[in-house]
């Protein structure tokens, strides 16, 4: 299984699992942070380049891999996915490098899997 396939599939279901224990309190967080992300004043690419830098600096697999899948699909250059691996490096300092190498491994993933289609999800839940 590949390394995005196997991230979305894992996420997918324990959301899924997440949801069905039926906490108010949980999703209205999960809610929170979808609605977040919305399109608003800051278009979802800007939003989705935000997420991907504060991920970074937070040291967060999980949500670096998730913001780079959406700015995948919010179609980001390699040179602006670098650009803002360089800011988020620059604030986190180096202690942010073992996940910019494991971020870079991947963006490179996602691009080898351009010919399968992202799957799309109807809440963001990082």
């Not at 995005?4 to 809610?31: G, H, L, P, S, W």
């Not at 380049?49 to 913001?67: Q, T």
């Not at 780079?68 to 691996?85: P, S």
Request: aromatic share 10%.
């Amino acid at each position: 299984m590949s390394l995005v396939t196997e991230f979305n599939d894992y996420r997918q279901r324990m959301n899924e699992k997440i949801m069905a224990a039926d906490n108010k309190v949980i999703k209205r967080f999960f809610n929170l942070d979808t609605n977040t992300y919305q399109e608003g004043a800051l278009s979802v690419k800007t939003k989705e380049i935000v997420g991907l830098a504060c991920s970074m600096v937070l040291r967060c697999d999980d949500c670096i891999k998730y913001h780079l899948g959406k700015c995948y699909e919010e179609k980001l250059t390699d040179e602006e996915v670098y650009e803002v691996f360089a800011i988020a490096n620059l604030i986190g300092g180096s202690i942010v490098i073992p996940h910019f190498r494991r971020a870079v491994e991947y963006w490179e993933a996602l691009k080898e899997e351009s010919a399968t289609p992202a799957p799309v999800h109807a809440e963001h839940q990082a």
